[in-house]
């Protein structure tokens, strides 16, 4: 079971790059690592996901090196309506069945400030 | 198009008593998935609907069940409700399933338990 691990909050300023960290020590090797962001009183909207080396896309980056037991979600110039939490998520895309297992992250709250 | 829609949106109840909350999912997704989200566990899957069956089942106790019905519309029941049942409740929709990149979740739908 791939416990994840996330800082608790970050703070950054407008215009900068942000870079949240995710440990999955145990991921399996069907895992996918994906990211959400959520905002006060919303539900999650995806981010990104990927399953190694890097991912881009309109909004951000996945970064994730060759161990896999870590991911890096880059937001680049973010703006105050980047204020939010972030969730990692780890998990067999493909997999079916019971008790299965689908380990987010703790969350990291982060702040843009102007 | 509409989004994930969730009903109702708050709730109050008292322990030992049932409830049914109800997800809408955008048109022609299949899949239905349902978390409980709290400041102390965090964000954890319940199950999954796909196509009125149940596919996939996170570790929650009998007393959390669901279904789906033929237009893809799915209902979540908690029976005998206890204090720690108290919490956000969030469905998604998506295609595919529960890793879906398309994933898109509901606002939620806000359980007190007193």
């Known amino acids: 079971l791939a416990k994840t691990t996330q800082p608790i909050s970050m703070d950054s300023y407008e215009g900068q790059e942000v870079n949240i960290t995710c440990s999955h020590n145990n991921i399996a090797t069907n895992d996918y690592i994906t990211w959400y962001q959520q905002f006060p009183s919303q539900g999650p909207r995806f981010i990104i996901q990927g399953y190694k080396t890097k991912v881009t896309n309109e909004v951000a980056s996945l970064f994730i090196p060759a161990d896999r037991k870590s991911s890096t979600l880059s937001l680049p110039r973010v703006s105050l309506s980047d204020t939010a939490v972030y969730y990692c998520?780890?998990?067999?895309?493909?997999?079916?069945?019971?008790?299965?297992?689908?380990?987010f992250g703790s969350g990291t709250q982060l702040t843009v400030l102007p | 198009k509409a989004g994930v829609t969730q009903t109702p949106r708050y709730l109050i109840k008292t322990r030992g008593q049932q409830v049914t909350l109800s997800c809408s999912p955008i048109?022609?997704?299949?899949?239905v998935s349902w978390y409980q989200q709290t400041p102390g566990q965090g964000l954890q899957f319940l199950f999954e609907?796909?196509?009125?069956?149940?596919?996939n089942k996170g570790n929650f106790p009998g007393r959390f069940s669901g279904r789906q019905f033929s237009n893809s519309r799915s209902e979540m029941n908690v029976s005998t409700l206890e204090l720690g049942d108290s919490a956000l409740y969030l469905c998604?929709?998506?295609?595919?399933?529960?890793?879906?990149?398309?994933?898109?979740f509901g606002p939620g739908t806000r359980l007190t338990v007193l």
């Open positions: 998520l780890v998990g067999d895309i493909a997999a079916r069945g019971s008790a299965r297992q689908l380990t």
């Open positions: 048109s022609g997704h299949r899949s």
């Open positions: 998604a929709s998506s295609f595919s399933g529960i890793l879906d990149n398309e994933q898109f």
């Open positions: 609907y796909f196509s009125e069956t149940q596919r």
